[in-house]
């Protein structure tokens, strides 16, 4: 029998571009794959916010519902940050209830910052970028073979921990060569109360409204003590250079997303520090930005410090509307 995988996003949501990007890695190299999302809350819904109904909590009902979903699987992946690792404690005590022979990996940001704790509840943890780590593990599992050997996971077999060290970094090449972000390929969105149905249109704009989110650009050269990246530099100083794939690999993923959703009036890119980005980079950017895509793009995350007003004028002239 074809392994199964099942892959669910724990978050409030569907901004989540690092999952977005693991599943869709993990779908091309395993097609018996299922990808499901089971949003917390955001849910932009003006009623249930003035009731102040949006309780971020899965009931127990709920959360019975999604290991069931999950426990179909023979490998299951959790991903999470930190604000939701209590949820994911609940999914997956109840997914070894349901199957105990489930296999349970959990990446995301809560197990690359705090491994020690997401390893008491899964059977591996992912501590740096999953992509070909999950390769050489997946390789490994289904040939039978020794997978605690896996780079950038830390396994729980036996109560013993195994710490491996994580592989170097994803190269500019390399981020060019990974599928498109999953969008619209088949995904399932957890309804409360009414268990998973088809993500769709309707789904998407009820969470995202007429935005796509995206990251473009990883890594940041400073140090900031509140922030994740501080994480990961400790575990690789190349985390402080910036890398992106190529210009022509973003657009060509915001003119997939558009031909999916043509009504999308808004990109937003969620990097750290767009603007840390090369005027040359930059430049070419918005030459094709202009030519194909045409419609406003919004910037989340920036360094002041890189602020340039060359850059400024050429962004705010290719479309950019807030920073």
């Known amino acids: 029998k074809l392994l199964e995988i099942r892959l669910a996003c724990v978050e409030d949501g569907l901004d989540n571009v690092g999952f977005r990007k693991i599943s869709a890695y993990i779908k091309s190299i395993h097609s018996n794959t299922k990808v499901a999302y089971v949003p917390t809350g955001n849910l932009r819904n003006l009623i249930k916010i003035l009731k102040e109904e949006d309780s971020r909590e899965l009931t127990e009902k709920d959360i019975h519902n999604v290991a069931q979903f999950l426990a179909e699987g023979d490998l299951v992946g959790l ?58 593990f997946l390789e490994l599992f289904k040939n039978g073979k020794d997978y605690t050997t896996a780079p950038s996971f830390w396994f729980n077999k036996d109560n013993k921990i195994i710490k491996n060290r994580n592989l170097p970094l994803m190269s500019a090449i390399d981020m060019d060569e990974l599928p498109p972000l999953t969008y619209e390929d088949g995904e399932l969105i957890f309804h409360r109360d009414k268990g998973f149905k088809p993500l769709n249109a309707t789904n998407i704009i009820d969470y995202q409204e007429l935005s796509y989110a995206t990251v473009w650009s990883i890594g940041c050269p400073l140090h900031c003590t509140y922030c994740a990246n501080t994480k990961f530099i400790e575990y690789d100083n190349a985390y402080r250079r910036l890398r992106h794939s190529s210009v022509r690999t973003i657009i060509n993923e915001l003119k997939r997303a558009i031909s999916k959703q043509p009504h999308l009036s808004v990109i937003a890119f969620h990097d750290d520090s767009f603007l840390a980005l090369r005027y040359e980079v930059l430049e070419e950017f918005c030459k094709l930005w202009k030519a194909e895509i045409k419609i406003p793009f919004a910037i989340y995350g920036l360094v002041p410090t890189y602020v340039r007003e060359d850059k400024i004028a050429l962004l705010v002239d290719a479309g950019m509307n807030r920073v």
């Open 79 to 136: 991903s999470s940050m930190t604000q939701y690792s209590s949820t994911v404690y609940k999914i997956i005590a109840k997914i070894r209830q349901f199957n105990p022979s489930a296999y349970i990996v959990w990446g995301g940001i809560h197990p690359i910052i705090q491994p020690e704790d997401a390893i008491k509840h899964a059977d591996a943890v992912c501590t740096g970028e999953g992509e070909f780590a999950f390769k050489t």
